[in-house]
């Protein structure tokens, strides 16, 4: 893997003590983020840990979409991905591996944070479709998750092309 491009890294807000109890995104647009600033240099209160998984949760929620997947795909499922999302958004890590690359927490959480629903069905739809045993699958899902926005879009044109191919080939 190639190192990511961190020119412009999303910049974000974890200071969560400022945020309402309840999230409000009525009218505002997916890929939000809770942004964080100082969040590393106050000491870890166990009640305020469990309101930033609380609220991560929510946005992700919103994200996502999840009561809508919830009606596509199986809400296990989709609350395993949700839980391995917020381990590492909520995770206090010096780097993650993803692949055979090390990244900063920052960079992961920032790409975590801006998945939606097309990201989770393809990531899904990739799991279903893998035939290979996984040594480590808390690791392959963060890596599908992670590269989700970067492959997308490579992942259903060449799906097109070869379904293209073979309906030319059939008539």
């Given at each position: 893997?190639?190192?990511?491009?961190?020119?412009?890294?999303?910049?974000?807000?974890?200071?969560?003590?400022?945020?309402?109890?309840?999230?409000?995104?009525e009218g505002v647009s997916n890929?939000?983020?809770?942004?964080?600033?100082?969040?590393?240099?106050?000491?870890?209160?166990?009640?305020?840990?469990?309101?930033?998984?609380?609220?991560?949760?929510?946005?992700?929620?919103?994200?996502?979409?999840?009561?809508?997947?919830?009606?596509?795909?199986?809400?296990?499922?989709?609350?395993?991905?949700?839980?391995?999302?917020?381990?590492?958004?909520?995770?206090?890590?010096?780097?993650?591996?993803?692949?055979?690359?090390?990244?900063?927490?920052?960079?992961?959480?920032?790409?975590?944070?801006?998945?939606?629903?097309?990201?989770?069905?393809?990531?899904?739809n990739c799991i279903k479709k893998?035939?290979?045993?996984?040594?480590?699958?808390?690791?392959?899902?963060?890596?599908?998750?992670?590269?989700?926005?970067?492959?997308?879009?490579h992942y259903y044109t060449t799906?097109?092309?070869?379904?293209?191919?073979?309906?030319?080939?059939?008539?």
């Amino acid at each position: 893997m190639d190192e990511p491009a961190t020119e412009n890294p999303a910049q974000y807000n974890t200071n969560l003590s400022n945020l309402p109890k309840k999230i409000n995104t009525e009218g505002v647009s997916n890929h939000q983020s809770i942004t964080p600033t100082q969040e590393s240099s106050q000491p870890s209160n166990p009640i305020d840990e469990i309101d930033s998984y609380t609220k991560y949760r929510e946005l992700i929620y919103k994200n996502i979409e999840y009561e809508i997947l919830c009606e596509q795909y199986d809400r296990k499922m989709l609350d395993e991905i949700v839980e391995t999302m917020l381990d590492y958004i909520c995770g206090k890590r010096e780097s993650v591996k993803i692949g055979k690359a090390e990244y900063s927490p920052e960079i992961v959480k920032s790409r975590l944070l801006k998945l939606d629903s097309s990201h989770i069905g393809y990531v899904i739809n990739c799991i279903k479709k893998n035939t290979t045993k996984i040594k480590n699958i808390k690791a392959y899902l963060l890596t599908t998750l992670y590269n989700a926005p970067t492959t997308i879009d490579h992942y259903y044109t060449t799906l097109v092309n070869h379904d293209m191919a073979n309906w030319n080939n059939k008539n």
